[in-house]
């Protein structure tokens, strides 16, 4: 035994309990390849077989679930055959590549497992779904319970430096480990840092997620599902854009809820109008009641089903006026009906290359039925037009405000996001997209998607297959959206088929609305009966 760690905690139900936690450290730990000589490994595949309950057949054979990892993996010029060996950030930002059938023969280190526990509870399991399919050939090596892999936190070393040098230092003992079977571990990883660390300092082979992918030349879907965490900024070429406001920090929000002066809800997003958004809140008197947010500048990078922290605008702001309804309208020539009216906001909110198009004579239906155009003044899209003065606060105290509605809807701004609730949306290409200037056939391209859910804003992703993509139905997910970036930023998840085919516009319906519906695998099928009985 290493060390026996002991404290003591309170339960939800306020009861003191004493835990005790023993580290032992072992060196029966087999390594997971199918032919390795080494005697704790042929021990637990030996093992193992005797157990054959508990393999599984894959491709007609049984593969030794001590021992998934295959004796021909792939092979490239780089590396020869190699196992992958993905860090933590590998497996967070992008899981939905892991999770395709053509990565296969993936090392995944306790470590790793424990730090995706404490990150990402549903990333956690969707790797524990892969693991438990034979067919992949996915293996968990215990570098944290091998005596030989195990590190120890040095004086002044942070826990997430400690995690990654413990990742090093498994994929050089496996590099040393696999050195007779002539198969190379690949360390997978975004991190500069631990990069640069693994190459120079340790000497061990180490790629970025892109340059590993491109060992996969017959599938370049690959390269358009990596995950956009390292973009900055790559929607907006208007100058007029000076990007969303900071969010308060996690203290002032704290302190903000727990006086009253902030609110926090559901943002939910009218289906009619996707610039109008609300929450329901309790006030300080204990009541209540329902907070507009107002356009995209107020909505503060919030989507449909965010949890999220406001601030309640002064009355001069709130909705005196019907709210317009915005249908088939592209949301650039739309202005932000947040903005403060002015005299100029009828030509500023059109792009010159826009109304050249004509885009700008596209119109809105008010609740009232008249028509305006939707380059109007904020004010006839629902906002009062009230002059500010200049001492007037940019916020209120809710506690202020009454029962009386004569003065209008309240309004807020978004300050904050308590809870994402991004998912996997079915999308299609931005139908008023144009491509400017010529590319090479396999350059990527920024593109802007939009949701089947109206509710949800454009997504811009960047693709190889433009071509491939256009008058289809896939699948897109949101990796980030950057106070520089008008629009969110995301990547191209998996394609679903051609739009108006009946099975793919079956399978989007099933998604959106969270249907389950694909087949069961392979250890579900094992525990039926056979068929017929």
Not at 65 to 82: D, F, I, K, Q, Y
Not at 373 to 391: I, L, M, R, T, W
Not at 437 to 462: E, F, H, Q, W
Request: proline share 6%; with cysteine; glycine share 6%.
């Amino acid at each position: 035994m290493l060390r026996n760690k002991s404290f003591v905690k309170r339960t939800r139900k306020g009861n003191i309990v004493r835990t005790v936690k023993e580290h032992y450290l072992r060196d029966d730990i087999a390594c997971g390849y199918e032919k390795c000589t080494n005697s704790v490994c042929e021990k637990a595949r030996a093992e193992a077989e005797e157990q054959q309950g508990t393999g599984r057949a894959a491709g007609g054979g049984w593969i030794n679930p001590a021992a998934p990892l295959s004796s021909a993996p792939r092979n490239s010029v780089e590396w020869g055959p190699h196992y992958l060996v993905p860090d933590t950030n590998a497996f967070v930002n992008q899981i939905d590549i892991f999770e395709r059938p053509i990565i296969n023969n993936v090392v995944v280190l306790s470590t790793v497992l424990d730090e995706l526990r404490g990150l990402s509870i549903a990333v956690y399991n969707r790797v524990r779904a892969i693991v438990k399919d034979a067919e992949r050939r996915w293996f968990v090596f215990s570098n944290e319970h091998h005596r030989e892999t195990f590190v120890e936190r040095r004086a002044g070393e942070s826990p997430n430096d400690r995690n990654d040098r413990a990742i090093r230092v498994a994929v050089k003992w496996l590099d040393a480990h696999l050195r007779d079977a002539q198969i190379a571990p690949v360390l997978v990883t975004n991190d500069e840092d631990n990069l640069r660390r693994a190459q120079d300092d340790d000497g061990i082979r180490a790629c970025r997620m892109d340059r590993c992918l491109g060992v996969y030349k017959e599938h370049p879907e690959l390269l358009d599902m990596m995950g956009s965490v390292d973009i900055v900024d790559r929607s907006s070429t208007d100058p007029a854009w000076s990007g969303y406001a900071d969010y308060l920090s996690s203290v002032q929000i704290q302190a903000g809820l727990k006086s009253a002066v902030l609110l926090q809800g559901t943002l939910q997003i009218a289906p009619y109008n996707y610039l109008e958004g609300s929450i329901y809140a309790t006030f300080p008197d204990g009541k209540e009641r329902r907070v507009l947010v107002l356009g995209r500048e107020n909505m503060n990078r919030a989507i449909q089903g965010d949890k999220v922290v406001i601030q309640v605008l002064p009355k001069s702001k709130w909705r005196v006026a019907p709210s317009a309804a915005l249908v088939d309208e592209d949301e650039d020539v739309v202005p932000d009906i947040s903005a403060k009216p002015s005299a100029t906001d009828s030509t500023s909110v059109v792009p010159e290359s826009d109304a050249k198009d004509g885009n700008a004579s596209k119109r809105a239906r008010t609740s009232g039925g008249e028509n305006h155009q939707h380059n109007a003044p904020a004010a006839d899209a629902g906002v009062s037009s009230k002059s500010e003065d200049n001492s007037e606060p940019d916020f209120i105290n809710p506690a202020s405000i009454g029962d009386s509605v004569s003065e209008g809807e309240p309004t807020g701004r978004v300050v904050g996001i308590v809870r994402r609730n991004w998912r996997s949306y079915c999308a299609f290409l931005d139908p008023n997209f144009k491509q400017r200037g010529t590319r090479a056939s396999n350059a990527p391209i920024s593109v802007s998607v939009l949701a089947m859910d109206r509710r949800i804003p454009k997504i811009k992703i960047r693709t190889r297959q433009l071509n491939v993509l256009a008058g289809q139905r896939f699948v897109v997910a949101i990796d980030s959206w950057p106070k520089e970036s008008r629009y969110p930023l995301g990547h191209f998840v998996r394609a679903l088929g051609s739009a108006g085919d009946k099975g793919t516009e079956t399978e989007v319906l099933l998604l959106e609305h969270d249907v389950p519906f694909q087949p069961f695998t392979q250890n579900v099928r094992a525990d039926l009966p056979p068929e017929g009985d």
